[in-house]
């Protein structure tokens, strides 16, 4: 689990430091100041060797064009691409920091790199006429002190002939990996973002191998007292969970009984999916009646520690601080973190607070989102 997390260089945050993370951690903040940031931090140290995540960051905020030869470069505070993004985290497998060094290199003064994992779908390409990026985006890893993993991923648009004179191109990022062993996983839930059916479907059926999908029954069936049973129907060779709910005389697909729930499922599926990594949700009150919150938070919490997961959200609500709280104190204060994100004379600060603080806030109606 981790323990400590520092951010430097990347998007708004030029230096941040989070200290006694919890198994739970909450953050909080005014609107730009960098919490979906953090997010994104956690989940590129959690791919150390896919550059190609950072080309696919802004999907989730809702932003699905860009343009190509300036991909990579608004990740960099600032868009100084001159200093590197670091992003380093300590947890409570040793005292050695794992650390991901992210920079950006012309392509032009950089031979191509052999390598026994370099990706067979990259080869491939590579060999077509091609145009490449200018730039290309590398991932240094160092993990706990004793070796160095490096990957790198850039823009290609290759030629492919279809036909006499035709030929079509295909745009996208290639990457080249040195495939770190025994990565860390992670899941991210945007905020703005639902995940597919076949993907729910996909995580719900693992569950079902290991026979363990009455737990999930069990577990968001506090939200909806006449769910029955949980089972995967194939419509058009698509595989859709349907509910069983009392009253009905027919199974419905779970995308019919509400918001709430199907965040719900989501988030309790991908637990599941990241055994002994970690959950990243941001603004975990999305969907999520102020009235339910409090049991929402104790499901996530036993999941998590059943699992193995560590839990970082972000949220806009105090309800939603306060449903956390009242429910986690009674696991203890260690299970809980928050953190509150201020921006001071055009930098962002991390307040933080002790289980005490935030009773005290609590308490007196303070601001503390």
């Avoid at 230096?15 to 994104?40: A, P, Q, Y």
Wanted: hydrophobic fraction near 40%; glycine fraction near 8%.
């Amino acid at each position: 689990m981790l323990t400590n997390l520092t951010v430097t260089n990347f998007r708004n945050l030029k230096s941040v430091t989070l200290e006694g993370l919890g198994r739970m951690t909450l953050i909080g903040g005014k609107n730009g100041t960098g919490k979906t940031t953090l997010l994104e931090a956690l989940w590129l140290l959690s791919g150390p060797d896919l550059p190609e995540l950072t080309a696919r960051l802004n999907a989730f905020r809702g932003l699905r064009t860009f343009v190509p030869e300036m991909i990579f470069h608004d990740i960099f505070h600032n868009f100084d691409t001159r200093r590197h993004i670091g992003i380093s985290a300590q947890g409570d497998w040793n005292n050695s920091p794992r650390k991901l060094e992210i920079y950006l290199r012309d392509r032009q003064q950089v031979g191509m790199i052999r390598s026994d994992a370099l990706e067979k779908a990259s080869i491939e390409r590579l060999t077509r006429p091609q145009t490449e990026g200018e730039f290309e985006i590398v991932f240094s890893y160092l993990h706990d002190n004793k070796k160095k993993y490096t990957s790198r991923a850039w823009w290609v648009a290759a030629q492919m002939p279809v036909g006499p004179g035709v030929s079509l191109t295909d745009e996208g990022v290639r990457q080249e990996r040195q495939v770190v062993p025994k990565r860390p996983t992670s899941v991210f839930t945007a905020a703005v973002h639902r995940e597919d059916l076949q993907t729910i479907a996909s995580r719900f059926g693992r569950f079902q191998l290991e026979g363990i999908d009455e737990k999930i029954l069990k577990f968001i069936h506090p939200l909806e007292p006449r769910l029955k049973e949980l089972t995967l129907i194939t419509i058009n060779n698509i595989p859709v969970i349907h509910a069983n709910i009392d009253g009905m005389n027919r199974p419905v697909p779970v995308q019919f009984l509400g918001e709430g729930l199907n965040r719900m499922l989501g988030l309790v599926l991908s637990i599941g999916e990241v055994k002994g990594g970690l959950l990243l949700i941001d603004e975990i009150e999305n969907g999520l009646h102020h009235s339910v919150q409090e049991e929402v938070f104790s499901i996530l919490l036993d999941l998590a520690k059943s699992f193995d997961v560590q839990i970082f959200a972000t949220t806009h609500s105090n309800e939603c601080i306060r449903a956390a709280h009242r429910t986690l104190r009674e696991y203890g204060p260690q299970e809980l973190a928050f953190y509150r994100l201020d921006r001071v004379n055009e930098e962002v600060k991390v307040v933080s607070f002790d289980d005490e603080m935030l009773e005290t806030a609590i308490d007196f109606s303070m601001e503390i989102r």
